[in-house]
């Protein structure tokens, strides 16, 4: 359970969030990915750098606990206008360190790009894990690898053997659990690895909308004014393009790239050890008494 929870009260639409760890570590706000998603599917594994850190989620607008009966289409700007306010109310001092997987990657470098100029606590790093592409082409070429790799014969097989196990009748939500898991098992570098996951659910009208509010996007360029440090994480199984996340590191002035070996999009599952050793060290070297 979070040690602190409620809905913000600035938002246009109230957004849920909630606070794991101790009260006066560092803080870290965690941007889950989506589009149209919620925060829960993190967990427990993110909670790991609960022990030293504060960790601060929130759900997005339109997904998870922060879903609205609004008919207004939700757009990239409306993620990045929530998540001023969200940094604004929850009052993150002098010093913001975002943690962006996923989507929640992309989020972070719009927000870094567009708005961290707009907020009373100034950017101060970045933690990119496995991010969403940081343009349109190489998003179509992750569409493409996801498509092919949930219609391999691996998981076609697994679907058909969950179907004849008899699991349906005995277990109902047993049987729903694992076809989500069957349903992401293309993420994985292992598609057997995709086990005791925690489900989630996309809202498809949210997560259509930001995509098309995005278009035939490119944040290359605009990355080069983002000077704060950054850590990017990417497994090397990604079917997102390892060469997305190469571009981000190239042109942002001050990041580095970790690549996970034998790991897909889900880090926080597939080598655990290896991404909070990242993160932490990253944490360690770049907190203010470290830098000042």
Same mark, same amino acid.
């Given at each position: 359970?979070?040690?602190?929870?409620?809905?913000?009260?600035?938002?246009?639409?109230?957004?849920?969030?909630?606070?794991?760890?101790?009260?006066?570590?560092?803080?870290?706000? %965690?941007?889950?990915?989506?589009?149209?998603?919620?925060?829960?599917?993190? =967990?427990?594994?993110?909670?790991?750098?609960?022990?030293?850190?504060?960790? @601060?989620?929130?759900?997005?607008?339109?997904?998870?606990?922060?879903?609205?009966?609004?008919?207004?289409?939700?757009?990239?700007?409306? /993620?990045?206008?929530?998540?001023?306010?969200?940094?604004?109310?929850? #009052?993150?001092?002098?010093?913001?360190?975002?943690?962006?997987?996923?989507?929640?990657?992309?989020?972070?470098? =719009?927000?870094?790009?567009?708005?961290? &100029?707009?907020?009373?606590?100034?950017?101060? +790093?970045?933690?990119?894990?496995?991010?969403?592409?940081?343009?349109?082409?190489?998003?179509?070429?992750?569409?493409?690898?996801?498509?092919?790799?949930? &219609?391999?014969?691996?998981?076609?097989?697994?679907?058909?053997?969950?179907? &004849?196990?008899?699991?349906?009748? +005995?277990?109902?939500?047993?049987?729903? #659990?694992? =076809?989500?898991?069957?349903?992401?098992?293309?993420?994985?570098?292992?598609?057997?690895? &995709?086990?005791?996951?925690?489900?989630?659910?996309?809202?498809? +009208?949210?997560?259509?909308? @930001?995509?098309?509010?995005?278009?035939?996007?490119?944040?290359?360029?605009?990355?080069?004014?983002?000077?704060?440090?950054?850590? *990017?994480? /990417?497994?090397?199984?990604?079917? *997102?393009?390892?060469?997305?996340?190469?571009?981000?590191?190239?042109?942002?002035? +001050?990041?580095?790239? %970790?690549?996970?070996?034998?790991?897909?999009? @889900?880090?926080?599952?597939?080598?655990?050890?290896?991404?909070?050793?990242?993160?932490?060290?990253?944490?360690?070297?770049?907190?203010?008494?470290? =830098?000042?």
């Amino acid at each position: 359970m979070p040690r602190e929870f409620g809905f913000t009260a600035t938002t246009a639409v109230p957004l849920y969030w909630c606070a794991y760890g101790s009260v006066g570590a560092p803080r870290l706000l %965690v941007l889950h990915g989506g589009p149209g998603a919620h925060h829960d599917y993190l =967990l427990p594994q993110m909670l790991e750098l609960a022990d030293r850190y504060e960790l @601060v989620f929130y759900d997005q607008r339109g997904g998870g606990r922060s879903k609205s009966d609004d008919r207004e289409p939700i757009t990239w700007r409306t /993620h990045v206008d929530d998540l001023i306010r969200v940094v604004d109310e929850l #009052h993150f001092g002098n010093a913001l360190s975002l943690v962006g997987y996923s989507w929640g990657g992309l989020l972070a470098m =719009l927000y870094a790009t567009d708005a961290a &100029a707009r907020t009373t606590a100034p950017l101060h +790093r970045l933690i990119l894990i496995d991010p969403a592409p940081v343009n349109r082409e190489f998003r179509a070429t992750f569409e493409y690898e996801m498509a092919r790799r949930q &219609a391999a014969p691996e998981i076609q097989r697994m679907r058909e053997e969950v179907a &004849a196990s008899g699991l349906r009748e +005995r277990d109902p939500e047993a049987y729903r #659990h694992r =076809l989500f898991e069957l349903s992401v098992a293309g993420y994985f570098a292992h598609p057997d690895r &995709a086990r005791d996951l925690t489900p989630f659910r996309v809202m498809g +009208r949210a997560q259509q909308s @930001v995509w098309e509010s995005l278009g035939d996007y490119d944040l290359t360029a605009q990355l080069s004014a983002v000077d704060v440090p950054t850590l *990017i994480v /990417h497994g090397r199984q990604d079917p *997102i393009p390892v060469a997305s996340s190469e571009a981000i590191a190239r042109a942002i002035p +001050r990041a580095s790239l %970790v690549l996970l070996d034998d790991c897909g999009h @889900v880090p926080y599952v597939e080598q655990p050890v290896a991404l909070f050793s990242a993160v932490r060290d990253f944490l360690a070297t770049t907190n203010l008494s470290t =830098l000042s």
